[in-house]
């Protein structure tokens, strides 16, 4: 997730404009940043790694002449944030800019034909392509405009692109698919931007942009085009009554609760991932001896889902380890033949890092999968995948639980295949399973999220929960308890729904609310007999079950269904949204801030 921002002044600088309007978009990305204006048909450039501020510093990015310019904040998905692979992109005659915010699934088989015709190709990104497309449309006569939508036809993901030119240096073209893109239209000015808290300072005039569309900004007009078939659309601007600091979360009272409802565009990323990098992943765990998953929190309940998926799919052994207590655990076996998978959201948490280190010394291989390029782990490790879930604001990891969630079981996929322990048919099937994600869980925050922030006032004065499941919905039980801990500081247990007659039961009073994970999988049978035995204590409980599961909805006190036929490895997915939801509107109950819970910090850099 990148912001993108440009402007048309009818006078005056751009520059600072665009400086202060990626400022508000930091929280979009912000490993580098980079600004282009056209003045007197010549292009002017400033862009390096580093966050806006360093980079100002640096460079003063509001030192650009002219009133037309185009900026990127950046959160690198392709290409290691350098200063080389800085937005904005040009073409081979440095006379075409581009910004982009989104992925090109594509990008590799289009940058090796322009190459073999002729052009050159300054950084490692997916979009540079997409300038050097766009020189070639114009050298063949078509306007800008039309230059942009030939080149985006070709391309293959998702895109909101800006692009000027020193051709036509009095406009700016942007497109849009899958990525957000929005236009502020003011008296003296048109903006464009990733969100519209870039240009609600300038304008609360609005314009929002369809997907596969095109809009040609003039002087003081903007022009919408289809890219499909190229028809006019008459679209006026709309007012946003929102503040500042509301238009940063999208109009969501808090952070948490609007990266709840990004997962679908998340997980449709992480479905867009290199291929090459997920299977040099798999070929290393493939060939390893032994293979940990570490991590802590929330990652590490995700390395507890995974070692369900990869036994079951690969019927490989993984052994999940909570980050801080590796050394002592396995500090002396590890080896040559051991791989380490490190899975943090942050790619900087010290037990992460020093169980990486570990290993690393005692010749093991170390992988990575993280949400952000250019961490730490992403240096330490031999191979590593960005999860692409954009930057995660709230302390509570939500949305890139899920999106590690999809890269693990992608991973697990890949080992299975490869190592011929599932047929054709299951492959299929879990790979349609794993697309239709994005839109269960769409569905799910749609028509469930008013019963749990009802459940929730109902609860919210209890003072302990139980979370069960089991199978791999004890993964699931023990990301709610920690959700809901985080964030409402309700104490709370999680554990295999098995264990209750082993200790736990003896906590049960009437009216003890238990949290139970049941999707329809082996497990279910089981279950209901550990529902049993809580109610017959008279326990309160609340069940996440699939659609139609009468039997279990009987025996509930409240139930949330969640879409049906889901495939078991992949239950974790959705079943987590509802615990997710409950967990915020608990802290919202409670008077928490979910953004901010007491006593934490969004990424744990000390031991
Ligand atoms: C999860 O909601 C917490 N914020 C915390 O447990 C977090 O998952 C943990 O600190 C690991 O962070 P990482 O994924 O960045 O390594």
Redesign the pocket.
Known sequence: MCGIFGCILKNGNAAPIIHSALKKLEYRGYDSVGTATVYKNKLFIKKDKGKIDEVHALHNLDDLPGRIGIGHTRWATHGAPYQVNTHPHTDCKEQIAVVHNGIIENFAELKMELEERGHVFRSKTDTEVIAHLIEEKLTGGLTLAEAAREALRQVVGSYAIAVVSVTEPDKIVCARKESPLVVGVAENALYFASDIPAFLPLTNRSVVIQDEEIIILNDGEYEIRKIPDWELVKREPEVIDWTSEMAEKQGYPHFMLKEIHEQPSCLRSTLRLQDQFLELMTTFIDRAGEVFLV?????HNACIAASYMFSKLALSATHPVIASEFVEQHGKSVNIDSTLLA???????AD?LAALECARQRAATVLGLTNVVGSTLTRVARVYVCQQSGPEIG???TK?FTSQLSVLSQLALRLAKRRGKISHVEIEDLEEKLKQMPDIIERIIQTKEEKLRQIAKKYKDKRCFFFLGRGISYAVALEGR??LM?IAYVPAIAYPAGESKHGPISLIEPGFPVIFICPKDDTHKTVIGNIMEMKARGASIIALVEEGDEEIKSLADDYIEIATGLPEVLSPIPFVVPLQLFAYYMAVERKCDPDMPRN?A???TVK
């Open positions: 991590a802590c929190g929330t990652s899975v943090s959201q942050s790619g900087e948490t992460t302390v509570a990891a890139t920690l959700k985080e934490l969004k990424s744990v």
